[in-house]
């Protein structure tokens, strides 16, 4: 291996890990509060999907930032009102809300998607060569 190619890997290691390490820094807050959230994941990627729409359609990074943020506090509200004031199992409700946050993520973007460019493929990837 030469070393342009350990490099990449690096650099590649550390922007796409970037996210999960904040994730486990949120993660480690709340560890430390007493309260187990395991929907984190699903909050991050709620957030990243709004936070896309917005700012592709307005074409201002930090309103998108913005909603993406509330995007995510709003689905923390959700787990706050059920496992908090509900009292129920916070296990059960994290990956509850894991689950319907990478569901509601994917359902909100394909039809985003499929609104914008009617007869597209559900993928981007015809439409820019990034994504392939």
């Known amino acids: 291996m030469d070393i342009d190619l350990l490099t990449n890997i690096f650099y590649a290691m550390i922007r796409t890990g970037t996210p999960l ?10 560890e430390k509060t007493g309260v187990l959230n395991l929907g984190q994941e699903g909050m991050m990627l709620f957030g990243a999907v709004i936070g896309f ?51 509601l993520s994917s359902f909100v973007g394909a039809s985003w998607w499929a609104s914008h460019w009617p007869g597209s493929s559900r993928s981007p990837s015809h439409c820019s060569p990034t994504f392939r």
């Open 21 to 30: 390490l904040l994730v486990a820094l949120g993660e480690l807050v709340c």
């Open 53 to 103: 729409m917005v700012a592709f359609s307005t074409g201002n990074l930090w309103l998108g930032v913005l909603f993406a943020c509330l995007a995510g506090v709003l689905l923390s509200l959700l787990f706050a009102m059920v496992a908090l004031g509900f009292n129920a199992n916070q296990v059960a409700t994290g990956l509850a809300l894991t689950i319907f946050g990478v569901g």
